[in-house]
């Protein structure tokens, strides 16, 4: 119990000097929105990403447009993806000063960071600086709300996925195989040692890595841990599970374990990083996907062959659609309402955000047509296959073989996708943070061993569900229900 107060104090201490350090404003008395500062103003702007050699020019051209608008000035740092949470966790726990940060529910945690105080309640601000942003995404934007008030604002994009294959094109039509009708790893099995047998220089029929492995074809939002809720079976309906526990994800392991034992699967899965490459060699037929309208395209648009999409899953809009990519302004600041006024302008400016996103016309990109460009291979500057990271990927230029209906098809994948019965619940993980910390210790001992393939997982899920419940799962597992219980009773 002293543990446990003596952190929530340090919490409480840290929110406090955090809005002593920067010093919350409120929207009344600031700036007029309608009219160009005579002050310039820098925004320091923190994202993930690998860094580009050209930033300056980019950050020169973005500054010129924008002075005549609301006179300000960028400075964009990206940092790779090793480095990020840590530097800014380290800089929101000193107090650090910074005007915005990239955020998700898993990287730069979203929700904690809300309710220890790192970022600026946006409430006060939306009628007089980011109306039109705040129009856009709509119900989105509730979604994000953390214990009634938004803290951040979402990449407005797809907002929805639906689990399935993406697969080689070529390889497909040679065989006449129909990927639309293959819905389990039962009826994909024979499919795959087909390939084995014919197309020797495949020698991956199927591939994956850790993100993508067999039991990536379950829908469920994680809470806490291990501790999930269901989407899309009705078995689990309203109800908390630890996932360790379920048949599903049993038999998922299973079937990652018989494809890795046929041979089908990479021999040294656990270790290998080259995923991705494996993919661009052609080296493998297919893999389970997270799937949009022309994912597939967008993935093999620089590959020697053609990549295509079949969907297993309904379409689901999970509980984390508001919370998947958003961007925040940092309690910090020194100038919130220059900042949301240059937030205003990413969402709703075409030029502004196609500056940010692919760089200088005639020096990082040439155009195709009006709305369609080509990045050559060795571009100084493109955040090409980052747009989902920042602002509104609806206003970004397509680029040379995307689909010109893509915008249309992702508008209306976000339309057709169902909610589930969680769709903003979010979870308070203070009162068993000390139980989180220990579960996530055994799971980053046993979650590759029971899913990745190269082992037989039920004598080990049995070992690490005797973990887990030692590491206090089953408490998490009970705080989540009675939360989850009482969400469903308001909601």
Same mark, same amino acid.
């Not at 010093?23 to 925004?43: F, L, Q, R, W």
């Not at 047509?369 to 920042?390: F, H, K, R, V």
């Not at 590491?471 to 909601?491: C, M, P, R, S, T």
């Given at each position: ?28 008395? $600031? ?18 990403? =690998? ?51 990239? !955020? ?40 994000? #709300?953390? @214990? ?24 497909? @039509? ?19 040692? =087909? ?7 495949? /020698? ?37 599970? *630890?996932?360790?526990? %379920? ?15 046929? $041979? ?13 490459? #494996?993919?661009?060699?052609?080296? !493998? ?25 079949? %969907? ?35 969402? +709703?400016?075409?030029?502004?955000? *196609?500056?940010? *996103? ?23 500057? +493109?955040? /090409?296959?980052? /747009? ?104």
């Amino acid at each position: 119990m002293k543990k446990r107060i003596s952190a929530l104090l340090a919490v409480a201490m840290l929110g406090g000097a955090l809005a002593g350090c920067g010093g919350s404003k409120v929207a009344t008395g $600031g700036e007029d929105p309608n009219t160009v500062p005579e002050d310039t103003y820098e925004i320091n702007w923190y994202m993930q990403g =690998m860094p580009q050699d050209d930033v300056a020019s980019v950050e020169a051209a973005v500054n010129d447009y924008l002075k005549d608008k609301i006179n300000v000035t960028l400075k964009m740092h990206r940092l790779e993806s090793s480095q990020y949470s840590k530097q800014l966790n380290t800089m929101i726990a000193a107090g650090e000063y910074f005007d915005i940060a990239w !955020t998700t529910s898993g990287v730069l945690d979203y929700t904690s960071n809300a309710r220890n105080g790192a970022w600026l309640a946006l409430d006060p601000y939306i009628d007089t600086y980011i109306p039109q942003t705040i129009e856009q995404l709509g119900e989105i934007a509730d979604n994000a #709300r953390v @214990d009634g008030k938004l803290y951040a604002l979402p990449t407005l994009k797809e907002m929805a996925d639906s689990r399935g294959w993406t697969y080689r094109k070529d390889i497909a @039509d040679k065989y006449n195989i129909d990927m639309d009708s293959i819905k389990t790893f039962e009826q994909l099995e024979p499919v795959l040692k =087909m390939v084995q047998e014919n197309e020797p220089d495949m /020698q991956y029929p199927i591939d994956w890595g850790s993100d993508r492995t067999p039991a990536s074809l379950m829908k469920y939002e994680t809470v806490a841990g291990t501790a999930v809720i269901f989407y899309d079976n009705e078995k689990y309906d309203g109800k908390v599970v *630890n996932l360790t526990e %379920t048949p599903e994800y049993l038999d998922a392991c299973k079937w990652a374990y018989k494809l890795y034992s046929e $041979g089908l699967v990479k021999r040294d899965i656990m270790t290998a990083t080259d995923f991705e490459q #494996r993919l661009k060699d052609g080296k !493998t037929f297919c893999y389970v996907d997270f799937l949009k309208p022309g994912k597939a395209k967008e993935t093999s648009a620089n590959y020697s062959f053609e990549l295509e999409q079949s %969907t297993v899953s309904d379409v689901w809009q999970d509980n984390g659609a508001g919370t998947g990519s958003m961007i925040a302004v940092s309690r910090t600041s020194k100038n919130p309402e220059r900042v949301l006024r240059f937030i205003e302008l990413l969402y +709703t400016d075409a030029t502004l955000s *196609n500056l940010i *996103n692919y760089g200088i016309e005639g020096k990082h990109y040439t155009k195709i047509n009006d709305n369609t460009i080509s990045i050559p291979g060795d571009t100084p500057y +493109t955040l /090409q296959g980052y /747009q989902w990271m920042q602002g509104n990927v609806f206003l970004n230029y397509l680029t040379k073989g995307e689909d010109p209906e893509k915008v249309e098809k992702l508008k209306a994948f976000n339309a057709e996708a169902k909610k589930p019965m969680d769709y903003g619940f979010k979870f308070d993980k203070t009162p068993v943070e000390m139980e989180i910390a220990a579960v996530s210790t055994v799971m980053n001992e046993y979650r590759k061993q029971v899913s990745m393939g190269s082992m037989d997982p039920e004598p080990i899920m049995q070992e690490y569900t005797k973990k887990l419940k030692t590491a206090g799962i089953d408490k998490i597992v009970e705080e989540a229900q009675k939360q989850y219980d009482e969400f469903l009773a308001n909601k």
